[in-house]
């Protein structure tokens, strides 16, 4: 069988198809992005939400059991100490859906990532 993913064009269109409780964590995850860096663009890349401020910014996604951010690798390693008790890789930390995302750390990766794309100017 021959099953295609559906191809999103907007964050709302991605974060729709998701059951109640995986939205809201999307949406609080995206809220918390705006918030921080508020003259990051919107677009969809690689079929994930990703927010694009001189580059990509972050994107994140949903998985069967987690929550993926994905900071870059930059990001990742400013923050290795604290993402060492998720699960990660060299570009993405995991936020299993059964405990709570730690939305300050990301408001934090998400302030590093933009003033390290602000220099890119």
Same mark, same amino acid.
């Given at each position: 069988? #021959?099953?295609?993913?559906?191809?999103?064009?907007?964050?709302?269109?991605?974060?729709?198809?998701?059951?109640? %409780?995986?939205?809201?964590?999307?949406?609080? /995850?995206?809220? +918390?992005i705006h918030e921080t860096a508020p003259e990051a663009a919107e677009k969809i890349s690689?079929? /994930?939400?990703?927010?694009?401020?001189?580059? #990509?910014?972050?994107?994140?996604?949903?998985?069967?059991?987690?929550? %993926?951010?994905?900071?870059?690798?930059?990001?990742?390693?400013?923050?290795?100490?604290?993402?060492?008790?998720?699960?990660?890789?060299?570009?993405? +930390?995991?936020?299993?859906?059964?405990?709570?995302?730690?939305?300050?750390?990301?408001?934090?990766?998400?302030?590093?990532?933009?003033?390290e794309n602000l220099k890119k100017k």
């Open positions: 069988m #021959n099953e295609t993913k559906p191809l999103f064009s907007t964050i709302d269109e991605y974060i729709a198809g998701f059951p109640p %409780g995986i939205q809201q964590k999307l949406r609080e /995850m995206r809220r +918390v690689y079929q /994930m939400p990703t927010f694009y401020l001189n580059g #990509n910014l972050v994107h994140f996604a949903a998985f069967k059991n987690h929550i %993926g951010f994905y900071p870059a690798p930059s990001g990742l390693e400013a923050f290795k100490e604290e993402i060492a008790q998720h699960p990660n890789s060299k570009g993405a +930390v995991q936020f299993p859906h059964d405990q709570p995302i730690p939305y300050d750390l990301v408001r934090r990766i998400v302030e590093f990532r933009r003033e």
